[in-house]
């Protein structure tokens, strides 16, 4: 939270702000006490299996933005970002929340995540879905449709053109597609390289999501989509039929580093891996780290020792490969997310096989027409020979998101 500026609050006034949130949580739980530990909805890994539920139920697509995932909480003395240590942020200056008739929020809290939009090269956040509006936890039992209009009415909608709200955080609702869009999102990801040459990752492809918004450009980095079931209420922690779907190279683990000395500290240093299991953190393997990195962590032990780190499974080179600290979290991913994301590297479900699978073979190839159909009416038709065209099904079905990398944004534009 420190790249956005905002401060935690201290243990001595969290305290009563802490047990309010949670209140909010039991009372959607209907549960006879209140929540010790982050409660907001988790996603499974997409696999296979649940393609019939997909295209059978009402789903509704999100991009998955690589942000940080916080909920908003408003209450009369400020708001605040709460993150997945339960640890609160006073958002400042006040970003003025109001309801349509003027008032301010009070007990209202939103999920969501903090995004660096790259656009405008600053933060904002984008909620996606309500647990509570002005204390009222009964929204949390609405389909999601009615949620997310709950959010436009209420909350984003009354503070889009106040004066008062320039120069704060902003503060939007994400962008949200039918299941027979999934072309249309897929042709607003694309994908480039970091070039880095001290990248983890060797280089590996990044994905871009873009999308010139009614209410202002967004830009921002992406790893997945999220599958979220229309018919189902806010559901608590993990929820098996809401579903991420993440490029093969963005399957991810959080494990907790364990860093051992060998005989000369200067040069061997051992590093383990661990998840949490039903008796507590489990002992991985070890993990063949790059020895620079390792000698890195070991010369700053007290910040690496017992760390949660994000990992991807490298296929090729048969080994975990380290991409980036998780500062938000204080506890491992559970066994069974190690292995649903060994279950989806396997898989190695492509972007052509969801788009059949969950589209439709034919619908999707109607859905991309419609989209030529519309570009053509409105004058923005491709020229013959563009390299990306969003519209084609051959390019769509073939094409790795796509060939060039993300459009800069002029000026004017911003």
């Known amino acids: ?30 549960a006879s006490e209140p929540p010790r530990s982050f409660a907001g909805s988790m996603p499974v890994t997409l696999s296979r299996r649940h393609f019939s539920m ?52 009070q007990d209202t809290l939103l999920d969501g995540e903090l995004v660096y939009n790259e656009c405008i090269e600053r933060f904002e956040y984008l909620a996606y879905d309500v647990i509570a509006i002005q204390g009222d936890t009964g929204i949390a039992y609405q389909s999601y449709r009615v949620r997310l209009d709950a959010i436009e009415r209420y909350v984003t909608g009354p503070r889009a053109l106040h004066p008062a709200t320039a120069g704060c955080l902003r503060v939007r609702r994400k962008d949200v597609y039918e299941k027979a869009e999934l072309p249309l999102l897929f042709s607003r990801i694309y994908q480039g390289r970091s070039g880095k040459a001290d990248d983890p990752q060797g ?20 790893d997945g989509i999220i599958f979220t079931p229309v018919g189902l209420p806010y559901t608590l922690r993990t929820c098996a039929a809401l579903l991420k779907y993440k490029y093969p190279t963005h399957n991810t683990v959080d494990f907790i580093l364990w860093l051992q000395a060998g005989n000369d500290p200067a040069n061997d240093v051992r590093a383990f891996l661990g998840y949490r299991g039903d008796n507590g953190v489990v002992r991985y393997r070890e993990v063949y780290f790059p020895s620079r990195l390792k000698r890195e962590w070991f010369a700053d032990y007290a910040r690496w020792h017992e760390a949660v780190i994000e990992c991807t499974y490298d296929r090729l080179a ?74 084609d099904w051959e390019y769509l079905r073939t094409t790795p998101i796509s060939l060039l990398p993300p459009p800069r944004v002029s000026d004017a534009v911003r």
């Not at 997909?54 to 916080?70: I, M, P």
């Not at 280089?203 to 992406?222: E, K, M």
């Open 1 to 30: 939270m420190a790249e956005a500026g905002y401060v935690r609050l201290p243990p001595a006034e969290k305290g009563q702000l802490l047990v309010r949130l949670q209140s909010l949580f039991q009372r959607v739980a209907r």
């Open 54 to 105: 997909v295209r059978d139920c009402d789903y509704l697509l999100l991009e998955k933005s690589d942000g940080v995932r916080y909920l908003l909480f408003a209450t009369e003395l400020g708001v605040l970002l709460v993150d997945r240590r339960l640890d609160l942020f006073a958002v400042t200056p006040y970003p003025v929340l109001m309801m349509p008739d003027g008032s301010l929020h």
């Open 203 to 222: 280089g590996a492809p990044t994905y871009t999501y873009r999308h010139l918004r009614s209410d202002g450009v967004f830009q921002s980095g992406n």
């Open 318 to 391: 048969g080994e975990w490969r380290f991409l980036r600290p998780r500062l938000d979290k204080e506890s491992p991913n559970y066994a069974s997310v190690v292995i649903d994301c060994l279950e989806a590297i396997a898989e190695n479900v492509t972007r052509a096989e969801l788009l059949e699978r969950v589209c439709g073979l034919e619908e999707a190839r109607q859905r991309c027409r419609a989209l030529l159909q519309t570009k053509t009416a409105t004058g923005n038709a491709l020229q013959p020979g563009d390299l990306f065209d969003e519209s």
